[in-house]
T-cell receptor, first 113, second 113 residues
Framework: LAKTTQPISMDSYEGQEVNITCSHN???????ITWYQQFPSQGPRFIIQ???TKVTNEVASLFIPADRKSSTLSLPRVSLSDTAVYYC??????????????FGQGTTLQVKP | DAGITQSPRHKVTETGTPVTLRCHQT?????MYWYRQDPGHGLRLIHY???????DKGEVSDGYSVSRSKTEDFLLTLESATSSQTSVYFC????????????FGPGTRLTVL
């Protein structure tokens, strides 16, 4: 499984846009990029997933450049409730994939008033 | 939210005692997973199941065993608990392994004295 690298922590203020970048230099052709969010005392929750270019849903946007060696999770106009740990994962597709996920330490986002 | 419950939610036990944690799902998902989460390590996969009676090891399986006799239940057993197994344990489920989203339970906080 490809290793990911992301900042350990970030601070922001309410109303700002937050961009968290993840590096995955060894990503394989059949890998998808997936982000999870974890609030304190809760299990992780799926946010968004993409393969290339841009994906947007009601929670976030995911930007993936052509070489796919990095990705950026964008959270528009954050609020205090967006304070959480954000995990970037690379997930292989295919019959050999058992669903094993490597979470890493994630990025702790602290949103301040 | 996906129908996943974990029991117990909190447990304190002594070194050397057996402990069984239960994960129950109402989604009829094929795949089930046990993770542990410790400060500085993120989430790490202990064991997973890809069907009734079908299980395999994750990255930190030593000292743990699992069983799945029914689709809805996945049990994690610590045969002889040690202080190093003090952690928060999360169960997760997914419909399929590929890029399918994993849904996490609320977690069990286990303290081994």
């Amino acid at each position: 499984l490809a290793k990911t690298t992301q900042p350990i922590s970030m601070d922001s203020y309410e109303g700002q846009e937050v961009n968290i970048t993840c590096s995955h230099n060894n990503i394989a052709t059949n890998d998808y990029i997936t982000w999870y969010q974890q609030f304190p005392s809760q299990g992780p929750r799926f946010i968004i997933q993409g393969y290339k270019t841009k994906v947007t849903n009601e929670v976030a946007s995911l930007f993936i450049p052509a070489d796919r060696k990095s990705s950026t999770l964008s959270l528009p106009r954050v609020s205090l409730s967006d304070t959480a740990v954000y995990y970037c994962l690379v997930v292989p597709v295919g019959s050999g994939n058992t669903g094993k996920l490597i979470f890493g330490q994630g990025t702790t986002l602290q949103v301040k008033p | 939210d996906a129908g996943i419950t974990q029991s117990p939610r909190h447990k304190v036990t002594e070194t050397g005692t057996p402990v069984t944690l239960r994960c129950h799902q109402t989604e009829n998902h094929r795949y089930m997973y046990w993770y542990r989460q410790d400060p500085g390590h993120g989430l790490r996969l202990i064991h997973y199941s890809y069907g009734v009676k079908d299980t395999d090891k994750g990255e930190v399986s030593d000292g743990y065993s699992v069983s799945r006799s029914k689709t809805e239940d996945f049990l994690l057993t610590l045969e002889s608990a040690t202080s190093s197994q003090t952690s928060v344990y999360f169960c997760a489920i997914s419909a399929g392994p590929s890029t399918d989203t994993q849904y996490f339970g609320p977690g069990t906080r286990l303290t081994v004295l």
